[in-house]
């Protein structure tokens, strides 16, 4: 018997008419739409559901008037009493084309369903997203070469001036600004002050959900953090609910010394816990982006190797945890890794701040920070804090924020 999702159907377009367009991630642009089979992963947050919404009303709104274009999020009750393979079966005898699927993970045996989908629905398009902690490779259902998978951070500096100002500036290579500063940050100061904007960024821009309000941004961050270590991490990298709050106390102690030097049988002491499980719950906590773990020689990591520094995700996380005794060259040094971390190889310099893509030095500093510490290397930089425009080798931090 044809399985009934009308209210499927009634609850995508409602969602799909009241999503607002003023602004569209730039991955958008970057998603081959085209394919078969799409994964989009990210940490809680940061805008996959509103991305599919705002595909599917800028591109078929004709096709969800008509209902076959469908937009269903795994966790909503539908599913308590019918399966995922049960909506495509049903779907597609109706004559559907496109299913949008959002938070694939809380579905058990997503991966099954998706690859049985994919493989037995040939009309039918899937566009799923997850958490960022989705493991495709170690998925039960060989998904590996199927989806076509893409990664969503918070927002970028770029972004956000874009959001707050209505203009529509484009994304840098990081060539071009280690080569080109000067005149690219001339241009972009001509069209905005940057200082009017960056502090704000750094305290509440990360996010998407500022636009719901700034009163309740650290209120709904922190409910965000709690999601995926009381929900996601039990869920996805099957860890007791019982030692979630080790993991909560190992993360504000990560956040009160950031950037952390992990003493590992120091904290292991601390914590209660042998070295390979905290070593593992680091891991966990790298995957869920709430922190970033950077690494002397990534060629040579194991899978449960001590991280060399340990830093938040981002500064907005730094700000919810610390509030206003965030250490300023702390959160420069923050905000320079998590924008550069998107599109590069990121590992801890042996002179320096960050050593990028295997070829480029970081020093990263206030307005007087020289460039003694790092004259002798060979593509050497600054990324200076509080300078519009750079000149040499010395660049504006804020500029790094154009690199995606």
């Known amino acids: 018997m044809m399985t009934d999702y009308t209210e499927l159907i ?4 409602k969602k799909i008419r009241n999503t607002r367009e003023t602004f569209v991630r730039s991955l958008d642009k970057k998603i081959n739409w085209n394919s078969r089979l799409i994964g989009i992963k990210g940490a809680r947050g940061c805008g996959k559901t509103t991305l599919l919404l705002q595909h599917l009303k800028n591109n078929h709104m004709d096709l969800v008037t008509s209902g076959k274009a469908l937009f269903v999020s795994l966790d909503n009750i539908w599913f308590a009493k019918n ?27 997503w ?3 998706i690859k049985n989908i994919y493989d037995d629905y040939p009309e039918l398009q899937v566009v799923f997203t997850g958490s960022s902690l989705l493991q495709i490779l170690d998925a039960r259902a060989d998904l590996s070469r199927r989806p076509v998978m893409y990664n969503m951070q918070g927002l970028s500096f770029r972004e956000f001036l874009n959001i707050k100002t209505g203009k529509d500036f484009q994304e840098l290579s990081l060539e071009e600004i280690l080569q080109n500063h000067t005149k690219l940050a001339f241009d972009i100061c001509s069209k905005v002050k940057p200082f009017e904007y960056f502090d704000e960024y750094l305290k509440t821009g990360y996010y998407p959900f500022f636009l719901e309000g700034l009163d309740t941004y650290y209120m ?25 709050p080790k993991i909560k106390k190992l993360l504000a102690i990560i956040a009160e010394s950031s950037p952390f030097v992990l003493n590992t049988s120091k904290i292991s002491g601390v914590m209660e816990l042998n070295r ?16 970033a773990s950077l690494f002397k020689d990534l060629k040579n990591v194991s899978s449960l190797q001590k991280p060399d520094k340990i830093f938040l995700e981002n500064t907005n996380l730094m700000y919810l945890f610390e509030g206003k005794k965030v250490d ?9 890794l998590n924008q550069l971390s998107y599109n590069q190889t990121v590992e801890l310099s042996k002179a320096s701040d960050f050593f990028v ?48």
Request: net charge negative; glycine share 8%; charged share 25%.
């Open 10 to 13: 009634e609850l995508s377009a």
């Open 83 to 109: 399966s995922l393979l049960d909506l495509a079966d049903s779907f597609s005898k109706n004559g559907g084309k496109i299913l949008y699927l959002d938070e694939v993970h809380r579905h058990e045996d």
């Open 111 to 113: 991966s099954i369903y």
């Open 220 to 244: 709904k961050l922190e409910e965000t953090i709690n999601m995926i270590l009381d929900v996601e991490l039990p869920l996805l990298r099957k860890i007791d609910i019982a030692y979630v």
């Open 276 to 291: 390979t499980t905290l070593l593992s719950y680091l891991k966990s906590l790298t995957d869920a982006k709430l922190i």
């Open 328 to 336: 300023e060259g702390n959160a420069r040094e923050t905000f320079l």
């Open 357 to 404: 893509n295997g070829k480029y030095t970081i020093e990263c500093g206030g307005k007087n920070k020289t460039g003694e510490q790092i004259k002798s290397l060979e593509n050497a930089f600054v990324a200076a804090d509080g300078i519009e425009t750079g000149n040499g080798s010395k660049i504006p931090l804020w500029l790094f924020g154009f690199l995606y």
